[in-house]
């Protein structure tokens, strides 16, 4: 088999998908429609490449990333999708979280995803309304150029005095992070993408009441959002926005990630 693939989310049924179209044979592990593998274990023994979400998430199969690389053949590649795996040594693993540009294509993703899911949540339109960014990393720069192209009045607030600049000269007001809590009034959409507790139940109370909170981080997480719902407010968090928003564009990209990995390592295995 030219492909396993194991875990994930649908990014990954149409990663499938587009691997089959280039003439390869795909199975998977813990996602359908594609299964097509009669005993995992064997099929991991004998795939030419693997592809394994982290941590694996495969519906059906308790399967750790060492029992993946144990199984696979000392020549196989082993493509990790995701920010927290083990280092392995003997040269197999694959880190597709390292390629700069898949992360900046998820972030690109990630940010239409929430301002799609604001959309779907809110009664106005974007453009003309007040937005505050918490934060100006991948996301946060991504999400900025689509509200500000969307001619929303955007904030952003950041920690970081070259971070501000930048986002001034992009179009938006910069404040300070520290000073957070006196932006927070006349805001209707916010959005964290800091993975840090920014918005505690005494900031969150300055929030208009008719505000939508989304929360784009990592855990530990912005916005707390049980003193959010406490106070009457709509807060909610948009884990995995390109596997749920956009599974055929995220798929895409991670194959563009993939081959550019081959080429700089090398093709093993045509």
């Known amino acids: ?25 795909v199975g998977a592990i813990g996602r359908a429609p594609h299964e097509g593998v009669a005993s995992w274990a064997q099929a991991l023994a004998a795939a030419q490449n693997i592809v394994v979400n982290c941590p694996p998430n495969a519906r059906d199969v308790d399967v750790t990333l060492e029992e993946i690389l144990g199984l696979a053949r000392p020549d196989a590649r082993v493509f990790a999708c995701g920010p927290r795996h083990p280092q392995e040594s003997d040269g197999r ?14 972030a690109r993703l990630t940010a239409e995803g929430a301002a799609a899911s604001a959309m779907r949540a809110g009664t106005r339109c974007l ?4 937005c505050l960014v918490i934060g100006y990393g991948r996301i946060g720069q991504a ?6 192209a969307l001619n929303a009045r955007v904030t952003v607030a950041s920690r970081l005095p070259e971070h501000r600049s930048r986002a001034a000269e992009r179009g938006a007001v910069a404040v300070e992070t520290a000073a957070l809590d006196a932006a927070l009034p006349g805001h209707k959409l916010i959005v964290n993408t800091a993975p840090s ?28 959002l049980h003193a959010a719902w406490a106070l009457g407010l709509r807060a909610w968090r948009e884990p995995g926005l390109p596997g749920r928003y ?4 995220a ?10 990995a081959v080429e700089e390592g090398g093709a093993r295995h045509e």
């Not at 918005?199 to 784009?216: E, N, Q």
């Not at 956009?246 to 564009?249: A, D, I, M, R």
Request: charged fraction near 25%; glycine fraction near 6%.
């Open 1 to 25: 088999m030219d492909y396993v693939i194991i875990g994930g989310d649908e990014r990954f049924v149409h990663l499938a998908r587009l691997l089959s179209e280039k003439g390869m044979r």
């Open 93 to 106: 693993l694959i880190d597709l979280w390292a390629d700069e540009s898949l992360i900046l294509e998820n």
């Open 127 to 130: 453009r003309g309304m007040s």
């Open 143 to 148: 999400l900025t150029e689509i509200l500000v």
């Open 197 to 224: 507790p920014v918005l505690d139940a005494a900031a969150l109370s300055r929030a208009d009441g008719d505000a939508m909170l989304i929360d784009l981080a990592s855990p530990p997480y912005g916005i707390d």
């Open 246 to 249: 956009c599974p055929h564009s």
């Open 251 to 260: 798929a895409q990209a991670l194959l563009a990630a993939m081959d550019r």
